[in-house]
Nanobody, 115 residues
Framework: QVQLVESGGGLVQPGGSLKLSCAASGSLSSFGAMGWYRQAPGDQRELVASITSSGGTGYAGSVRGRFTISRDNAKNMVYLEMNSLKPTDSGVYYC?????????WGQGTQVTVSE
């Protein structure tokens, strides 16, 4: 399977910003739609943002207006820019296919929004 490596997480204060990155070992374009997923403690993994091969985006209601997903197929990268962060945004963020192709889950990157 294609390897996906997430990075960019960390500790940030409420109202702050982070930009997450996802590097794919293979061709990103082969995935079609890509997404960012979040798993909070005790919760299921949730798709919070997705982007199609043509650039169309979708967001969970909890992040809409604050998060922006983007992709760079030439660099095999997917990004998630997070603004106006809230404590409820905390969790482990993973990237993966959101359409027909799904790779093994990576380690994710931890995002903690707290004072």
């Amino acid at each position: 399977q294609v390897q996906l490596v997430e990075s960019g997480g960390g500790l940030v204060q409420p109202g702050g910003s982070l930009k997450l990155s996802c590097a794919a070992s293979g061709s990103l374009s082969s995935f079609g739609a890509m997404g960012w997923y979040r798993q909070a403690p005790g919760d299921q993994r949730e798709l919070v943002a997705s982007i199609t091969s043509s650039g169309g985006t979708g967001y969970a209601g909890s992040v809409r207006g604050r998060f922006t997903i983007s992709r760079d197929n030439a660099k095999n990268m997917v990004y998630l820019e997070m603004n106006s962060l809230k404590p409820t945004d905390s969790g482990v963020y993973y990237c993966n296919g959101a359409g027909f192709r799904r790779a093994d889950w990576g380690q994710g990157t931890q995002v903690t929004v707290s004072e």
